[in-house]
């Protein structure tokens, strides 16, 4: 008996998973306005197969891009700058509901029918005739950005980086062989974290990484690290899944110094100074002379009281970057409290002071206003001591 009522239940689950709801579909198809079929997906598209529901999403597919062309008509003719504006938006904003209202057709198209057989029907149309769609979202996300509009250029920046890859553009060409999606994704990223989703940043900052574009490489992970920091400072994150994903970035790019100097950073900053060490030691030994790895030992030197470790350090990073300023004004500060301690025990310390007297000169010419260093009054008393 038991055996028969499971039985009996699997056949009502299987009819169940194909239920019909044609009038769902017929609402859709006899919607006036794009609002209005969008609603009853809402509502009802539960109820329906994927073949009704690609339908339905095709027809939409359609509505948006007439509205898309009806606003773009209407924004050239527009009377004033503010009627232009809230007609492009409009456009831009039909644009995105195409490309995703294209692609949730795309994913019901391909869903199995009550025979377990799939029969996409609007694939290749769809691709075809969202593309130019896609040029919108471009424009409507740099407009949106311009104008300090994040919340929109996310949107519409995010939609393009995401369709790239989309399944619906899987045999088009043009959306393939795209040489601006990197440095789209990366903007969507920067949209997305200027509208504090720093979750988002994230995905955008990943697509545009992926996508190998070396112009945004660097500023895409600094933007992905900076999210993760946003989200640990409004308590999103702990810090040890904050370290998780740091370490994850610099063991993707372990030659990148902005990777490498956050690690650093995020593992001091949270109690795990030996951790950095480590990280520290194993860099050095793998290259000597590199300049992060030396400035956090010299840094670290420094904080320490630890002034001829800290000057030998230093001294490594300015022969290969001669004109960093931080360090050199660090290690002018070096010499100085070098030659103080000297002083202090009644032992030559001229030499220092010069060395720290010059290095100070040379600060002070690349920064005459003093807007990063305070030198005049180091260079006003340094003769005294």
């Known amino acids: 008996m038991k055996k028969i009522i499971l039985s009996m239940l699997a056949v009502a689950a299987t009819t169940a998973s194909f239920a019909q709801n044609p009038d769902a579909l017929k609402q859709v198809l006899r919607a006036e306005k794009k609002s209005e079929a969008t609603n009853v997906m809402k509502e009802q598209e539960g109820t329906m197969t994927g073949e009704e529901r690609a339908k339905a999403y095709n027809h939409i597919v359609g509505m948006a891009i007439a509205d898309n062309s009806k606003e773009q008509g209407k924004a050239l003719t527009a009377k004033t700058p503010e009627e232009k504006a809230n007609r492009l938006t409009k456009q831009y904003k039909a644009a995105y509901d195409a490309v995703k209202y294209a692609m949730l057709c795309n994913v019901a198209d391909n869903e199995p029918n009550e025979k377990g057989q799939v029969k996409p029907a609007f694939k290749k149309k769809n691709a075809s005739r969202v593309i130019a769609m896609r040029n919108d979202l471009i424009n409507g996300g740099l407009e949106a950005y311009n104008n300090k509009e994040y919340e929109n250029a996310q949107k519409w920046f995010g939609m ?39 979750k988002k940043t994230d995905k955008y900052a990943l697509l ?25 400072d409004a308590g999103d994150i702990d810090s040890d899944y904050l370290i998780k994903k740091v370490k994850q970035v610099y063991k993707a790019y372990p030659d990148n110094e902005i990777a490498f100097g956050k690690y650093i950073g995020v593992l001091t900053d949270n109690g795990k100074k030996e951790e950095a060490d480590k990280v520290l030691e194993k860099k050095l030994q793998e290259n000597p002379n590199d300049v992060m790895a030396n400035a956090y030992v010299a ?16 001294s490594k990073v300015l022969t290969a970057q001669p004109d960093f300023l931080a360090v050199k004004f660090n290690l002018a500060t070096c010499y100085r409290n070098k030659a103080l301690d000297l002083k202090n025990n009644n032992q030559p310390y001229k030499d220092f002071i010069a060395k720290a007297k010059t290095l100070f000169q040379e600060v002070q010419a690349a920064d005459p206003d003093e807007a990063n260093f305070k030198t005049k009054y180091i260079l006003s008393t340094i003769d005294e001591l």
């Open 208 to 232: 545009a990484l992926e996508s190998g574009d070396a112009e945004v490489k660097e500023d895409a992970i600094k933007i992905q690290l900076n999210a993760f920091q946003a989200r640990k």
């Open 299 to 314: 840094q670290n030197a420094q904080e320490a009281g630890n002034y001829d470790k800290a000057i030998e350090a230093y």
């Open 160 to 198: 393009f980086a995401e369709s790239h890859s989309n399944d619906l553009f899987s045999e088009t060409e043009a959306v393939l062989n795209e040489k601006n999606y990197g440095q789209v994704a990366y903007y969507a990223s920067l949209a997305a974290y200027m509208n504090k989703d720093y």
